[in-house]
């Protein structure tokens, strides 16, 4: 599709002393950031927000402390996605260092119970036998199943981050940036951050209670948790405020000094990638959908059972388990992506015209073959080809009564509060739905979905103007020829961590066309050679809308982001093509 390059605007603020030592092209990438002073760049430990600003944090806390101390039966009880998994973990992990006798955990399998503490996992998790039940990365909707909890006597401690809804769980604790109240700076902490919080302050109470010095044991050192919080943090793409660049950039220093768990060092090993040179990216795309394969094909207990794994040769058994998932998991989308794109032709078909205004401006699509596990995907690929909110469902029933769909918006749209709005205007539509402003999950049934996609695309075309669907590409400028190098590439790599609403700088420039060759059927190859200058780059675009045409591409504009191409030992400059044009 076409896309626009738009350059970054920067402000010019009055810029504290020790900048001139960072290269101008950083710089200004950190200034279009709002990075205004090298301290916001000190990602230590020191500078974290404290525990005690989490709203329901010390209540927790002496829940679980009590029932520590106690020898109490803890059922952590978790959700199927990358932030899931790690937040179970990290409860599991924490919980047993602080000398927890009786703790075991609990994950709903999607395609049965569906997300959440729900009635139905209750009756499930009281074959535990729990005294406390912990939910992480879910529970603040979940006010049926805290409930039926309740009558059975079982204390519930609530800690998430999702948004909540008009009514809040009858918990014992709820712990949430985002709920009502709580004042903590970082309202985008993700699931494992919120947790990870949790038994930070846990830790301080059984310290003040004297149960370390009673058990004559060291208090645990929490932060060799931080691997697997940085790996949910990116994967669940939570805007990396200050707060969350810190617990990010932590964790990644632990994964390349080889400090990570096992399965997080064999989940990089068998992506084919060297756990010394990790970045950010590489937990969102490398690590994370092997880990996520495991909730969307089959149960996400794989998953957990590869982070809390403490033998490396079994640990690399569990990966390479996952890797085969992953390698299903991308056949179906692929799959259920090109169908995707039939359909979306489809609805196109009116006008015999590929002009994408025509197509709804919130857009629905369905299939009764389609893979539940894999619409979040899709609906994230289609967002991506077609610059619109997309909600992907598929049936969650054999007989289709049912639907589970999955959101993906675009900026300008809050894709939970538009489902908001269109429950308040049709309460029949939704059955259920909750979310973020750019994911959100639903179930709807299956007789609603025409009445539901008309009622979704009436919404968008209120909230958002055309120019909201223009999709655009924001570049942090042209790199000049001496910057076009490893040494700039490397220099990016380790400068983030780079991630949602942080993003890793794309570059723009003209150059022109040396060579043009297609490599894996659907991937463009490129020479260019900097206009005006002696330099010669290779450059590539993966899964390109050139390809077939690549000789009409003499002189183009790019826009891209630089990296390292290592091949036998030697390091040259490649450039990441995020969009080019013919010029």
């Known amino acids: 599709m076409q896309k626009k390059i738009v350059r970054r605007v920067i402000e010019s603020p009055e810029l504290t002393d020790g900048w001139e030592q960072i290269p101008d092209f950083l710089c200004r990438a950190y200034r279009a950031r709002g990075v205004n002073s090298l301290e916001e760049l000190e990602y230590t430990l020191a500078r974290l927000a404290t525990s005690q600003q989490l709203k329901g944090v010390v209540a927790a806390s002496k829940i679980l402390a009590d029932a520590v101390r106690h020898q109490r039966r803890i059922l952590v009880v978790g959700d199927f996605d990358c932030d899931g998994a790690t937040s179970t973990s990290v409860a599991v992990l924490a919980l047993k260092m602080m000398g927890a006798a009786a703790v075991e955990y609990l994950v709903p399998n999607r395609f049965e119970y569906g997300y959440g503490l729900t009635p139905e996992i209750v009756e499930v998790a009281k074959q535990f036998k729990p005294d406390v039940i912990v939910t992480v990365d879910n529970g603040i909707a979940s006010c049926e199943g805290v409930a039926a909890a309740n009558q059975l006597g079982i204390s519930v401690v609530v800690t998430d981050h999702h948004l909540p809804g008009n009514e809040l769980p009858d918990a014992a604790a709820i712990v949430n940036p985002n709920q009502p109240g709580c004042d903590f700076i970082s309202k985008a902490t993700a699931g494992v951050g919120v947790i990870f919080y949790v038994m930070s302050d846990l830790r301080r109470e059984l310290r003040e209670c004297g149960w370390f010095a009673k058990l004559s044991v060291g208090e645990p050192n929490l932060a060799n948790l931080l691997d697997l ?142 893979h539940q596990g894999v619409i979040g995907i899709l609906a994230s690929r289609m967002k991506e080809k077609f610059h619109r909110p997309v909600i992907a469902f598929a049936p969650a029933d054999d007989e289709c009564k049912e639907l589970k769909g999955s959101a993906r918006s675009i900026p300008g749209l809050h894709i939970r509060d538009a489902l908001d709005r269109v429950a308040t205007r049709h309460p029949s539509l939704l059955s259920k739905f909750g979310g973020h402003s750019m994911a959100a999950g639903m179930t709807i049934k299956g007789e609603h979905y025409e009445s539901f996609s008309r009622a979704f695309d009436e919404v968008v075309r209120e909230e958002l103007d055309e120019s909201n669907l223009e999709a655009i590409i924001v570049s942090d400028g042209e790199l000049a020829p001496h910057e076009l190098n490893v040494t700039t590439a490397e220099l990016l790599r380790k400068a983030g961590p780079w991630g949602q609403n942080f993003l890793e700088p794309v570059y723009d420039g003209v150059f022109d066309v040396v060579q043009a060759r297609v490599v894996g059927a659907k991937h463009l190859k490129l020479l260019l050679q900097v206009e005006g200058a002696d330099l010669l780059i290779d450059g590539i675009e993966f899964n390109s809308d050139w390809v077939g045409k690549e000789s009409q591409l003499k002189k183009v504009r790019v826009a891209y982001r630089p990296d390292v191409n290592e091949f036998r030992g030697r390091k040259s400059l490649q450039l990441m093509v995020q969009y080019l044009e013919a010029v």
């Open 229 to 370: 919080v940085a790996l949910g943090t990116i994967a669940d793409v939570v805007p990396l405020d200050s707060n969350n660049r810190i617990l990010v950039e932590q964790g990644i220093r632990r994964i390349r000094a080889g400090k990570a768990r096992p399965g997080i060092l064999a989940l990089i090993d068998v992506a084919g990638k060297d756990y010394r040179n990790l970045a950010a990216s590489d937990l969102g795309f490398v690590v994370g959908p092997r880990l996520n394969a495991a909730g969307r094909l089959d149960d996400m207990s794989i998953g957990i059972e590869c982070l809390l794994c403490d033998d490396p040769l079994k640990a690399r058994q569990i990966a390479l388990r996952l890797d085969e998932l992953n390698q299903e998991r991308k056949q179906i989308e692929g799959e259920m992506k090109a169908h995707a794109s039939v359909l979306v032709d489809e609805l196109n078909q009116a006008n015999s015209s590929s002009d994408q205004a025509e197509l709804p401006w919130g857009m629905c699509l369905y299939d009764e073959t389609w």
